[in-house]
């Protein structure tokens, strides 16, 4: 019979420090899903870290983390987490690089504990790490993160996908962050993580157990999400007689819309409002710097949620776009589309919805602009507090605030739409400079050019559309790329380059790479004899290709942005200053 004292439930707040200790050993169970966070996720941990760290933070000290869910037996460490993978994962990338880029051997060793346990025979306890990730992703995560000094030298994301390309890059992310900080920092850094950070433990006796607490926290029994408690809220401040008209509109704007861009419309809609970084969980904040949700729920469906949905349905419409404002207009919304973030999206909806109420006749300008400024946030990686700090700007630009109030976090204000030179020649670095291995930006600006390479009227849907190295990454031996790449400096500056890359609508043939120029551009290129891209077509037009060509063939691509942006002048005074 099972001792009783072996099934209770424990539910507890403890701090980072003592959940990565010898009283925890974590393992992700073989059905759960992979670890999936992004960047933009990592950056706001980052800067919540930052922010709460600060001698003006309002947290009072401490900072929450959230919750964990696991199925543990009282006085065993061994821990099958149920909820929480993200967090204690991303924790545990975040320990290791602090400790690589520790300096001092001993306090190395020290800050290798929060990663591996210590062998102690005296006290029965075995050398092991404290987290282990699933199966099928364990030696890769133990290689590259979790041994000590792994991450001195993190691997490409070329040919990884799914949890092993968001390990990389999250790692990537956070020790460049980490290496600004310098040591001191860092070590605040891990104080405050360790002392002053906390997550809230549950701890089950069985997966049935876990599942249900599990569905408790998350209201799952009921599906509830933010708009499902924003909406039960508005109905009930309407009262019992507009109750039923109000929660028929709520419904059909939602069916609509579908359930997960309903949710996106209300955090662009608490952006447009706001106009700074959320501080607080969309349910809690949206009634708070939405006013007119609070004070006339009618008027709220009236003249902000039906507007921005109707604003929010345009910018999907690509028909339509095409019919109301022009080809261009809509090519760049589908360029905008293409990006990593969705943070230029409140303007456009704003945007957009003055144009639906007849206040604005400008909006092909206006989405112009957009679409540069995104493209430049873009390929200079602006973190996310950096993107919203400047299309805060950009709606005050569009439509001045009533009754404007102070921004929380106090900073210069930018140009709005415009860009200053400094960060057009950013740009234009950012653009000249290694692009392919930024596997989020390669495929973006290549598609881009390609839009400044067409008059428009082409589209481009392809199932697969994938980008290649015209000259290949490995120089086969007596080989005319040999020859023409003799020298491995100039083939290692120039193989990430634009000036080196196209688009295939095929996925890319591993045996094809290394053809010769003649063989790639005429076969490989050119399947049925045509290649659907014009960048693509443009490099059959060559008769050699040389690191002359690629240095020709770069300058031509970037004055085609330069012009397709309007900066031909900037562009001209960042050409000279090469």
Same mark, same amino acid.
């Not at 929480?84 to 306090?107: N, Y």
């Not at 295939?504 to 891209?533: C, I, T």
């Given at each position: 019979?099972?001792?009783?004292?072996?099934?209770?439930?424990?539910?507890?707040?403890?701090?980072?420090?003592?959940?990565?200790? #010898? *009283?925890?050993?974590?393992?992700? $169970?073989?059905?759960?899903?992979?670890?999936?966070?992004?960047?933009?996720?990592?950056?706001?941990?980052?800067?919540?870290?930052?922010?709460?760290?600060?001698?003006?933070?309002?947290?009072?000290?401490?900072?929450?983390?959230?919750?964990?869910?696991?199925?543990?037996?009282?006085?065993?460490?061994?821990?099958?987490?149920?909820? @929480?993978?993200?967090?204690?994962?991303?924790?545990?990338?975040?320990?290791?690089?602090?400790?690589?880029?520790?300096?001092?051997?001993?306090?190395?060793?020290?800050?290798?504990?929060?990663?591996?346990?210590?062998?102690?025979?005296?006290?029965?306890?075995?050398?092991?790490?404290?987290?282990?990730?699933?199966?099928?992703?364990?030696?890769?995560?133990?290689?590259?993160?979790?041994?000590?000094?792994?991450?001195?030298?993190?691997?490409?994301?070329?040919?990884?996908? @799914?949890?092993?390309?968001?390990?990389?890059?999250?790692?990537?992310?956070?020790?460049?962050?980490?290496?600004?900080?310098?040591?001191?920092?860092?070590?605040?850094?891990?104080?405050?993580?360790?002392?002053?950070?906390?997550?809230?433990? +549950?701890?089950?006796?069985?997966?049935?157990?876990?599942?249900?607490?599990?569905?408790?926290?998350?209201?799952?029994?009921?599906?509830?999400?933010?708009?499902?408690?924003?909406?039960?809220?508005?109905?009930?401040?309407?009262?019992?007689?507009?109750?039923?008209?109000?929660?028929?509109?709520?419904?059909?704007?939602?069916?609509?819309?579908?359930?997960?861009?309903?949710?996106?419309?209300?955090?662009?809609?608490?952006?447009?409002?706001?106009?700074?970084?959320?501080?607080?969980?969309?349910?809690?904040?949206?009634?708070?710097?939405? $006013?007119?949700?609070?004070?006339?729920?009618?008027?709220?469906?009236?003249?902000?949620?039906?507007?921005?949905?109707?604003?929010?349905?345009?910018?999907?419409?690509?028909?339509?776009?095409?019919?109301?404002? @022009?080809?261009?207009?809509?090519?760049?919304?589908?360029?905008?589309?293409?990006?990593?973030?969705? *943070?230029?999206? $409140?303007?456009?909806?704003?945007?957009?919805?003055?144009?639906?109420? @007849?206040?604005?006749?400008?909006?092909?300008?206006? +989405?112009?602009?957009?679409?540069?400024?995104?493209?430049?946030?873009?390929?200079?990686?602006?973190?996310?507090?950096?993107?919203?700090?400047?299309?805060?700007?950009?709606?005050?630009?569009?439509?001045?605030?009533?009754?404007? #109030?102070?921004?929380?976090?106090?900073? *210069?204000?930018?140009?709005?739409?415009?860009?200053?030179?400094?960060?057009?020649?950013?740009?234009?670095?950012?653009?000249?400079?290694?692009?392919?291995?930024?596997?989020? +930006?390669?495929?973006?600006?290549?598609?881009?050019?390609?839009?400044?390479?067409?008059?428009?009227?082409?589209?481009?849907?392809? $199932?697969?559309?994938?980008?290649?190295?015209?000259?290949?990454?490995?120089?086969?031996?007596?080989?005319?790329?040999?020859?023409?790449?003799?020298?491995?400096?100039?083939?290692?500056?120039?193989?990430?380059?634009?000036?080196?890359?196209?688009?295939?609508?095929?996925?890319?043939?591993?045996?094809?790479?290394?053809?010769?120029?003649?063989?790639?551009?005429?076969?490989?290129?050119?399947?049925?004899?045509?290649?659907?891209?014009?960048?693509?077509?443009?490099?059959?037009?060559?008769?050699?290709?040389?690191?002359?060509?690629?240095?020709?063939?770069?300058?031509?691509?970037?004055?085609?942005?330069?012009?397709?942006?309007?900066?031909?002048?900037?562009?001209?005074?960042?050409?000279?200053?090469?």
């Amino acid at each position: 019979m099972q001792d009783v004292a072996q099934l209770r439930i424990e539910a507890a707040h403890k701090k980072v420090a003592e959940v990565f200790s #010898k *009283d925890y050993s974590f393992t992700i $169970p073989a059905y759960q899903r992979p670890y999936a966070w992004e960047t933009t996720q990592v950056e706001e941990l980052l800067t919540d870290l930052s922010d709460a760290m600060g001698p003006e933070s309002r947290s009072d000290g401490f900072y929450f983390l959230g919750s964990i869910v696991l199925v543990k037996t009282h006085g065993s460490p061994d821990s099958r987490v149920v909820d @929480g993978q993200q967090r204690l994962t991303t924790l545990t990338i975040l320990f290791s690089l602090i400790r690589d880029l520790t300096e001092d051997p001993v306090k190395q060793a020290s800050r290798e504990t929060y990663i591996k346990q210590v062998a102690n025979e005296d006290e029965g306890i075995p050398e092991a790490l404290r987290l282990q990730l699933r199966q099928k992703d364990q030696a890769f995560f133990e290689k590259h993160i979790q041994t000590r000094g792994a991450t001195e030298s993190l691997p490409s994301t070329d040919g990884q996908s @799914g949890a092993k390309a968001r390990i990389i890059e999250n790692a990537t992310t956070i020790r460049a962050k980490l290496v600004e900080m310098g040591e001191d920092k860092r070590s605040e850094l891990l104080r405050f993580l360790l002392q002053s950070c906390y997550l809230v433990v +549950v701890e089950v006796p069985t997966q049935t157990a876990a599942r249900r607490i599990f569905t408790v926290l998350n209201a799952r029994g009921m599906d509830l999400s933010a708009t499902d408690i924003l909406k039960a809220d508005l109905l009930e401040r309407a009262g019992e007689l507009k109750e039923q008209h109000l929660s028929q509109r709520w419904e059909d704007i939602e069916v609509a819309l579908e359930r997960g861009k309903f949710g996106d419309l209300f955090t662009h809609i608490r952006m447009i409002f706001e106009r700074d970084k959320p501080r607080s969980a969309l349910e809690n904040g949206f009634p708070e710097q939405v $006013p007119i949700f609070r004070r006339d729920p009618v008027g709220f469906v009236d003249k902000v949620l039906e507007p921005y949905a109707d604003a929010f349905t345009l910018s999907q419409n690509d028909a339509e776009l095409r019919k109301r404002f @022009g080809p261009k207009t809509a090519d760049l919304v589908r360029s905008l589309d293409r990006l990593d973030n969705k *943070d230029w999206l $409140p303007p456009l909806l704003l945007c957009l919805r003055q144009s639906n109420e @007849g206040k604005r006749d400008d909006v092909p300008d206006i +989405v112009f602009q957009l679409e540069r400024l995104a493209y430049y946030l873009f390929m200079v990686r602006a973190d996310v507090n950096a993107r919203m700090s400047r299309y805060a700007d950009v709606l005050d630009a569009l439509e001045p605030l009533s009754e404007p #109030k102070p921004r929380v976090s106090v900073r *210069d204000r930018s140009t709005g739409f415009t860009l200053t030179q400094a960060e057009a020649f950013a740009m234009f670095n950012a653009l000249d400079g290694n692009v392919y291995l930024a596997t989020r +930006v390669v495929k973006p600006i290549l598609l881009r050019l390609e839009q400044a390479s067409t008059d428009g009227s082409a589209i481009y849907d392809y $199932p697969t559309i994938s980008v290649e190295h015209v000259c290949p990454q490995t120089l086969p031996n007596n080989s005319q790329w040999a020859e023409w790449f003799s020298e491995p400096e100039v083939h290692s500056y120039l193989l990430h380059t634009l000036g080196n890359l196209v688009l295939l609508n095929f996925r890319k043939n591993a045996a094809a790479r290394n053809f010769e120029f003649d063989v790639k551009k005429n076969q490989y290129f050119a399947p049925g004899n045509s290649s659907a891209f014009t960048l693509t077509n443009e490099v059959r037009a060559y008769s050699t290709w040389m690191p002359s060509d690629i240095g020709g063939r770069r300058e031509i691509l970037l004055r085609r942005l330069a012009k397709d942006w309007r900066l031909d002048d900037t562009f001209e005074r960042w050409w000279v200053a090469q």
